[in-house]
């Protein structure tokens, strides 16, 4: 298939899904691993089929036209499946991440209105249940967690007849398609709202910079909650008629990928740098330069690396959501993989900027995609004017209009600069600058992705606000030794980084000692967003009351 064959008066995701049950009604096209290592295979029809079911049921509660419908599961072909019936029966789907806490699930529910909440797969429900309003309807889906009590998505399919054509929803380019509710790395979630139209608006343009052949493999296993796996899997798989892969579990990912083979694959920043530290730990990085500078012998390496990761079918290699170090984009392109770098927001479906194949310019997200404008405010801001931008916020007009500039361009809230070629270079967030005891401000996200690029660190959070200057805390990688002879030296290995990254820096910048901490900072405690950003307001009021000490003792590099 050609990126044309889905005509872009085709607006809608269940338009997309028609055409390929159409013409691919048998191929598979969602494929789910199970806990015994079996897999079931949904084809076009299967899929078609259950999501019409699904809409019967929901028709059948007599909800009000276009009610809010929840979806809170990890990645699973019925995620997708209750998805499209969702949109099938004429309603909105709010998804919610699948770890949150529970006053973060009470928050979002009833703040969108939410009338059903679909409960799929989930490692601890028991933590998240309370957070469900009293006497809010639920579906369980068939991976469910058997304690939860509400009828299987299963025997409702199967007790239900598929909706016809003639009772379908078809649904406005301007209808709205779904409440994205934010991470929360500053503050409270804000329902972010879709249409139908800003999301075929992000996947068209899309489709004009990148070619993606017919059945083209993606495995999701970010979550779907987040608008960049929602692009880059469910909305770009309906489009282009990818064949869809799903993770059983963390210990099962390196299988699920080998058998997904991926020719596309979306990833976070910080679980592109495991993938690497895993191969440097079965091959010391001075090994694999040297036989990576042997002409005949490098291609085999690359290639067995690559196959060993489950890449070696991979295409487009994506990686976003936050900055990954330039040593690292060089590192897997070394490999020959096709590594691209984007950009975009929840408030514009995920997609504003990328690189493209062949380009290695450090440091930019590349340029902005068709259609797309940008521009950098005076105070250094991108803004950005898309027919991919959200419709605004939920129920909150004030921070809709915060959100926008008078002339309609959404802003950011991040920093940088174009160049002349219309390249794109992100150098922080504006409310991230914290300023010194000496008046001068410090933006924090290029020291840390300075600090990164190291291969002992896992995370970075540089901070230090009302102090002679700033500091930073870091979290090694996990699987380094911590015997006393392995600790002195990594210590002075971290001074040596702390040196470099300063050499760097102007000198209101520069990092007075450098905190190795010793928790793992995770999604499950508050310090990580569900895609792995740090939550900085957590972390720093996690460790300021220990700065002064910190301060006191003098030294380049503090085990906490």
Sequence with gaps: ??????????????????????????????????????????SWQDVDHQARCLATYLKSQNFPPASQIALCSKNCAQWIIADL??????????????????DTVRQIL????????????????????????????????????????????????????????????????EDLATIVYTSGSTGAPKGVMHSFGTMSAAVESCSQRLTFAERERALSYLPLAHVAERLMVEVDGLFFGFHIFFSESLQTFPADLRRARPTVFFSVPRLWIRFRLGVLEKMPEPKLNRLLRIPILSGVVKKKILKQLGLDHVKYAVTG?????????????????????????????????????GEKIAGTVGRAYPGIDHRIADDGEIQIRSPNNMLGYFKDADKTAEAHTEDGWFRTGDRGHIDDDGYLFITGRTKELFKTAKGKYVAPAPIE?????????????????????????VMLSEGLPTDTEARAGQSATLQQLLKQTNAGLDPHEHLAFIVVVKDRWGIEDGALTPTMKIKRDVIESRYSPLADAWYKARKPVIWQ
Aim: glycine fraction near 6%; hydrophobic fraction near 40%; charged fraction near 15%.
């Design 449 to 473: 992705n300075k600090l990164a690029a190291n291969a002992m660190i896992e995370a970075a959070c540089v901070t230090g606000a009302g102090h002679p200057q700033p500091f930073a805390l």
């Design 110 to 173: 009833e703040h969108s209105e939410a009338r059903l909440l679909f409960v799929g797969k989930l490692d601890d429900w028991d933590m998240m249940q309370p957070g469900v309003p009293e006497g809010m309807p639920c579906v369980a889906f068939d991976l469910a967690p058997s304690q939860v009590q509400a009828p299987r998505l299963g025997k409702i399919i199967e007790d239900s007849a598929p909706l016809p054509d003639a009772e379908l929803d078809r649904r406005k380019p």
């Design 321 to 357: 959501s936050a900055p990954l170090p330039q040593a690292v984009l060089d590192w897997y392109r070394r490999l020959g993989l096709t590594m691209l770098e984007g950009y975009g927001m929840s408030e514009n479906f995920a997609l504003s900027h990328s690189t493209l194949p």
């Design 85 to 102: 019936a969702i949109w099938m029966a004429g309603h909105i789907s709010v998804p919610l991440y699948p770890t949150l806490a529970a």
């Design 1 to 42: 298939m050609t990126n044309s064959n889905v005509t872009p008066s085709s607006h809608s995701p269940l338009d997309w899904l028609a055409h390929w049950v159409n013409r691919r009604g048998n191929e598979t096209f969602l494929t789910q691993p199970l806990a015994d290592g079996s897999v079931i295979d949904y």
